[in-house]
Nanobody, 121 residues
């Protein structure tokens, strides 16, 4: 089974920075894309950024130029560096991994438990 564990959320003032981490654990699996999504109260979950195994990236327009996604394929770990944070970035951030091969379970999308990011003065 594939498990995603996130860390790095918290409270930060507008203009500040946070770095989120997500590590996949388990055995006998292959991950293609990894990414971050977020969900604010009363809103639908939305894509923040994704990165493929070949390091191609995709960002939501609202975070371009402020957030940077990166990845270590050998460690099945993805990071999200968030700079110039705004109050509207406040949300629960979820890590996602698209598993394309899994010896012990299903393939498809796996999700972390979520980490709260609050941007407030």
């Amino acid at each position: 089974q594939v498990h995603l564990v996130e860390s790095g959320g918290g409270l930060v003032q507008p203009g500040g920075s946070l770095r989120l981490s997500c590590a996949a654990s388990g055995s006998g699996f292959n991950i293609n894309s990894m990414g971050w999504y977020r969900q604010a109260p009363g809103k639908q979950r939305e894509l923040v950024a994704t990165i493929t195994r070949g390091s191609s990236t995709l960002y939501a327009d609202s975070v371009k130029g402020r957030f940077t996604i990166s990845r270590d394929n050998a460690k099945d770990t993805v990071w999200l560096q968030m700079n110039s944070l705004k109050t509207e970035d406040t949300a629960v951030y979820y890590c996602n991994a698209h598993v394309t091969w899994n010896a012990d379970g299903p393939i498809g999308d796996y999700w972390g438990q979520g980490t709260q990011v609050t941007v407030s003065s």
